[in-house]
Nanobody
Framework: QVQLVESGGALVQAGGSLRLSCAASGRTSSNYHMGWFRQAPGKEREFVTA????????TSADSGKGRFTISRDNAKNTVYLQMNSLKPEDTAVYYCAASTLWVGARMGEYRYWGQGTQVTVSS
């Protein structure tokens, strides 16, 4: 069992930056591959980026390439999402998720999910 808690969401102006954190707890949580997803109002949840358990592999959706960076600190059991050059269309609830297998963008394959953190980007 793994528990995930996201934090760092806020209201920010377009062009600004935010760093989201996802703190994991539970048995061998550092062995999980992690992903970030987001859900905007009235839209389906979508993949943002993912990182392998040791940080050696990452994959990202086109929407965030060049602006979003995923990283992890297994000593702290925390995964980060650094978001730069934010746009109003980045406004969403951001969720982190964990999987024992490398599933990348396959949202349905993630077993554990956090409750989400709200990111609002004003124009």
């Amino acid at each position: 069992q793994v528990q995930l808690v996201e934090s760092g969401g806020a209201l920010v102006q377009a062009g600004g930056s935010l760093r989201l954190s996802c703190a994991a707890s539970g048995r061998t949580s550092s062995n999980y591959h992690m992903g970030w997803f987001r859900q905007a109002p009235g839209k389906e949840r979508e993949f943002v980026t993912a990182i392998s358990w040791n940080g050696g592999v990452t994959t990202s959706a086109d929407s965030g390439k060049g602006r979003f960076t995923i990283s992890r600190d297994n000593a702290k059991n925390t995964v980060y999402l650094q978001m730069n050059s934010l746009k109003p269309e980045d406004t969403a609830v951001y969720y982190c998720a964990a999987s024992t297998l490398w599933v990348g963008a396959r949202m349905g394959e993630y077993r554990y999910w956090g409750q989400g953190t709200q990111v609002t980007v004003s124009s």
